[in-house]
């Protein structure tokens, strides 16, 4: 619909609260909204991984609820996370088809958080799975990722919706996605929810002092979730469409603008 134009999405971190870029993605391609550029933050890097390795989103519900978290969840000994994340990694690897960066018809970020050189890093390139395994490691929780010379955590520690990465890349228009916060509720009945709840709280303060460089950002209230369960699957994405349904009018008058624009 917009051949003239770079269109990029941005999916932020939230654990399962992600699920709602589900119902984004859909109603941006019901209204023929393609993006050429997808970058990802923790939930996000595995949502648009999916996305982009041509996953039909569609069935991710019916994953999700056939996975029990022994699916998924491999005990560490607590000495730098709970869960080595060797069981997801290995699902991620096959539900993205074990593809490299470059096997895809469009371009993908994956950040994550290096604490040992303290910065971001961005992946495009290598094997997905292995990016999208460093980017959804909740400190604490996971155990991190040793890679080179990088210590690699959940890319919302530093960026909870990666727009940047693609306002840098040349895109003509972005739209994020950020999944909100649990504000109104708290679980803290394990240490897993504690450790994902007070990461939570600082990303939030983080994310209203930062510059956001999305063109449109759509924020969800999805914060009475349990952010590590998958109870609420179906809900949760429907109220991702529902977000992008409340803006939609207003991303394709926007884009029609530039696109006008671009032809002039």
Do not use: W
Request: charged letters at 30%; hydrophobic letters at 40%.
């Amino acid at each position: 619909m917009y051949k003239n134009l770079k269109i990029g999405v941005a999916l932020g971190s939230g654990a399962s609260r992600g699920l709602a870029h589900i119902g984004v993605l859909e109603v941006l391609e019901k209204y023929n909204i393609e993006p050429d550029i997808v970058s990802g933050s923790s939930i996000g890097a595995l949502i648009g991984a999916l996305y982009c390795c041509g996953f039909d989103l569609k069935y991710a519900p019916l994953l999700c609820k056939g996975l029990s978290k022994k699916d998924y969840v491999d005990v560490a000994v607590p000495r730098t996370g709970f869960v080595k994340g060797d069981r997801i990694k290995e699902i991620v690897k096959l539900l993205t088809k074990n593809k490299d960066f470059k096997d895809l018809d469009k371009k993908l970020f994956i950040v994550a958080t290096d604490l040992k050189n303290k910065k971001l890093q961005v992946f495009q390139e290598g094997k997905i799975y292995e990016a999208v395994r460093a980017s959804i490691s909740i400190p604490g929780v996971f155990v991190p990722v040793y890679y080179e010379d990088m210590v690699l955590v959940d890319g919302g520690v530093l960026e909870r919706v990666p727009s940047k990465v693609i306002k840098d890349y040349g895109a003509d228009y972005i739209i994020g996605v950020d999944v909100g916060f649990n504000l109104k509720t708290s679980n803290c009945k394990s240490i897993f929810n504690v450790l994902y709840e007070s990461i939570d709280l600082m990303e939030k303060e983080l994310f209203d002092l930062k510059k956001q460089e999305s063109d449109k950002l759509i924020r969800i209230d999805i914060d009475d979730v349990d952010p590590l369960g998958f109870e609420h699957v179906d809900t949760t994405i429907e109220k991702g469409r529902e977000a992008a349904y409340n803006v939609i009018d207003e991303i394709i008058r926007e884009l029609d603008i530039i696109a006008a624009n671009k032809l002039e």
